[in-house]
């Protein structure tokens, strides 16, 4: 079974700084995605940003990227320019495109704190 | 824009209530999904539903059941519930095919006294 761990349970940044969050996974598949998920407080989950193992080049949302190194199975997520918006819980969560079933793997979850 | 809704944002229970627990998607999407959400634990699966009347267990589907009579509407229910069901609710659904996103509700908060 797939695991995946975020270490960083608490990070803190400085607003206009920039912040990386890691996540690693475990899995012995070669096609699989990868998600970052934002929870601001009391508010929705939403998608950060996307990677499909199959593409070598790292995704890139605004002022989020993405540091995906697939033999390391690290999955790290960079924000840039922090903003106090941005202070949220955030997941990183896997997805198998190998085998049926629609499931996601979450990671237990950082939180982010944006310092003004 | 996709729209998941729950029935409830906060909910306050006795033990041994049966409670519900419904979300609602109107994106046409095959699959739906619960949640818990406990600190330190992330979010774990509790049951899942493909298709209508479909059902698949997650990782912790003890104490809880599910139905999905239509496809806009999954339920979570809790036969009889205890202390340890004292958690955030989170409902998703996506489609089957990818890239696999998954779109949330806001969640519904459960205190089981």
């Known amino acids: 079974a797939q695991t995946v761990t975020q270490s960083q349970p608490e990070m803190s940044v400085q607003e206009a700084e920039t912040v990386t969050l890691s996540c690693t996974y475990d899995?012995?598949?070669?096609?699989?995605?990868l998600f970052w998920y934002k929870q601001p407080p009391s508010r929705q989950m939403i998608l950060v940003i996307r990677?499909?193992?199959?593409?070598?080049q790292n995704a890139t949302e605004n002022r989020f990227s993405v540091n995906f190194q697939k033999a390391a199975k690290s999955f790290s997520l960079k924000i840039s320019d922090s903003q106090l918006g941005d202070a949220a819980m955030y997941f990183c969560?896997?997805?198998?495109?190998?085998?049926?079933?629609?499931?996601?793997?979450f990671g237990e979850g950082t939180q982010l704190t944006v310092n003004p | 824009d996709v729209k998941v809704t729950q029935s409830s944002r906060y909910l306050v229970k006795r033990t041994g209530e049966k409670v519900f627990l419904e979300c609602v998607q109107d994106?046409?999407?095959?699959?739906m999904f619960w949640y818990r959400q406990d600190p330190g634990l992330g979010l774990r699966l509790i049951y899942f539903?493909?298709?209508?009347?479909?059902?698949e267990k997650g990782d912790i589907p003890e104490g809880y059941s599910v139905s999905r009579e239509k496809k806009e509407r999954f339920s979570l229910i809790l036969e009889s519930a205890s202390t340890n069901q004292t958690s955030m609710y989170l409902c998703?659904?996506?489609?089957?095919?990818?890239?696999?996103?998954?779109?949330f509700g806001p969640g519904t908060r459960l205190t089981v006294t």
């Open positions: 998703a659904s996506s489609f089957v095919g990818p890239p696999y996103e998954q779109y």
């Open positions: 899995t012995s598949e070669s096609d699989y995605y």
């Open positions: 990677q499909e193992a199959y593409k070598q």
């Open positions: 969560a896997y997805r198998s495109a190998e085998t049926s079933g629609s499931r996601l793997t």
């Open positions: 994106m046409d999407h095959e699959n």
């Open positions: 539903s493909y298709d209508v009347k479909m059902k």
